[in-house]
């Protein structure tokens, strides 16, 4: 911050009254010269002060701006669902679906068309539109028409493959079974258990099986930063398998809009509350016998609202947990099938050395154990690089490897 300049001393002199006239004019024309001095400097010091309120009557205004900017970015995503020629346009807004006729300029009015995604304002002004980048439909969903996993790829979890089995993949291929007993197959069902224990293959296998599209959603995507874009996500997920049936849809990391309800009431809370209610109305409204079935997995059951797992929604529940020894051993054998392995290596003895180790564990302990027969100038993998590559990876990981399967899963 820049100092105030100081102000100049009052011009003082003494003049003797006894002076001659002469002498006493001229002690008056220094003082008056004295004072000119002043004044000068106090109007340059009164210019510098104004120039300075100006520059802060700038600043505040710019700040201002910003604060208006900054008040006014919470935008809300909204359709385009009609250009009309009057400079008008009618938009559908996400999240409740409420349409409204608004007014564009018609430089905008020339870049819209019926179907973009737009961001629309408290007044509904459109503000900006959202170009394929920002299309969230398109980045977060992974579809595959039909993924290779199969069921024979997946160790250690045959009783969940089992009930998986009836509970999807029946549905699917024998919807005849049901109607024949009269009952509806479960809606949804609900994988949960500790991370990498084979939750995703699961899903990919059925489809698999099934001859279906396998779509797969991320919870944390559906929590995203706009009002309205995560149950708009949820409708795109559910049209998108509609328009590609048979199809398994797959929501991953549920917990991040099934949480239990927390006090607080921020908005994100509430956005995040209306996705899980778009989620749950999507899935209420559903036929139970039709051709697309739902699964969700979390590695965080103990946190889940109890609300999903009501009848007609995720009303099956299957637990995937940590493989056993002999579990262990077939997720072992599973990985080292493209494998050169010599005969000598003892995977009953390896199953043993891994214990706590998820199927995701195994698999890279496989690629490590691969890594030392190289560096060894070996093809072939030895009993002792698979020893070496669990020391190497708990020396790495001493802190969590073993412990990292019971972290978030109590
Ligand atoms: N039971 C298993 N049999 C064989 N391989 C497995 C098994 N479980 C995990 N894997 C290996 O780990 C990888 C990750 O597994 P997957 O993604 O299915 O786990 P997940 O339970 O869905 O994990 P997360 O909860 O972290 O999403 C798989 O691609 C596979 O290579």
């Given amino acids: 911050m820049s100092r105030s300049p100081s102000i100049p001393d009052r011009p003082h002199r ?50 201002e701006r910003e604060n208006e900017t900054l008040k006014g970015s919470s935008l809300y995503i909204a359709t385009v669902e009609d250009v009309l020629d009057n400079d008008e346009v009618v938009v559908k807004q996400h999240g409740n679906n409420q349409e409204v006729l608004t007014d ?32 969230a439909r398109a980045q ?76 797969k959603m991320a919870g944390s995507e559906l929590v995203r930063k706009f009002i309205g874009e995560g149950s708009r996500l949820v409708r795109d997920l559910f049209e998108m398998a509609r328009e590609r049936e048979p199809a398994i849809i797959f929501i991953d990391e549920i917990d991040a809009i099934a949480t239990t309800r927390t006090e607080s009431k921020t908005s994100g809370d509430a956005e995040v509350q209306r996705t899980m209610m778009q989620l749950l109305s999507e899935m209420d409204g559903f036929d139970a016998r039709g051709e697309i079935r739902i699964i969700a997995a979390t590695n965080r059951f103990d946190m889940l609202d109890r609300a999903i797992l009501r009848p007609g929604r995720f009303d099956r529940l299957i637990e995937v947990p940590e493989a056993d020894q002999e579990g262990r051993e077939q997720i072992l054998q599973i990985h080292t099938r493209g494998m050169n392995v010599d005969d000598e290596v003892d995977f009953d003895d390896l199953a043993e050395e891994t214990d706590g180790y ?53």
Avoid: C, W
């Fill in 140 to 215: 977060s969903m992974e579809i595959s028409e039909r993924p290779q996993v199969t069921y024979g790829e997946i160790g250690g979890i045959d009783e969940q493959i089992r009930e998986v089995r009836e509970a999807v993949e029946q549905p699917l291929a024998e919807p005849e079974l049901f109607e024949d007993v009269g009952i509806e197959p479960p809606s949804g069902v609900l994988l949960h258990g500790p991370p990498g224990t084979g939750k995703t293959m699961l899903a990919k296998a059925v489809a698999n099986e099934t001859n279906a599209t396998f779509i």
């Fill in 104 to 135: 564009v300029s018609p430089r905008m009015l020339e870049r819209l068309e019926a179907g973009d995604r737009v961001a629309v304002n408290d007044s509904f002004a459109v503000q900006t539109i959202l170009d394929a980048e920002t299309d």
């Fill in 358 to 410: 998820s199927g995701a564990e195994i698999e890279s302990l496989t690629t490590e154990a691969g890594m030392f027969a190289i560096r060894n100038d070996r093809e072939e993998v030895h009993h002792e690089d698979f020893l070496n590559a669990i020391e190497k990876i708990e020396d790495d990981d001493s802190s969590d490897v073993i412990s990292s399967a019971g972290y978030f899963y109590q």
């Fill in 14 to 63: 003494d003049i003797d009254p006894d002076l001659p006239d002469s002498e006493r004019l001229e002690a008056l024309h220094g003082h008056f010269s004295d004072l000119v001095d002043v004044n000068e400097q106090l109007a340059s010091q009164l210019e510098q002060a104004q120039d300075r309120r100006e520059q802060l009557r700038e600043r505040v205004d710019r700040v």
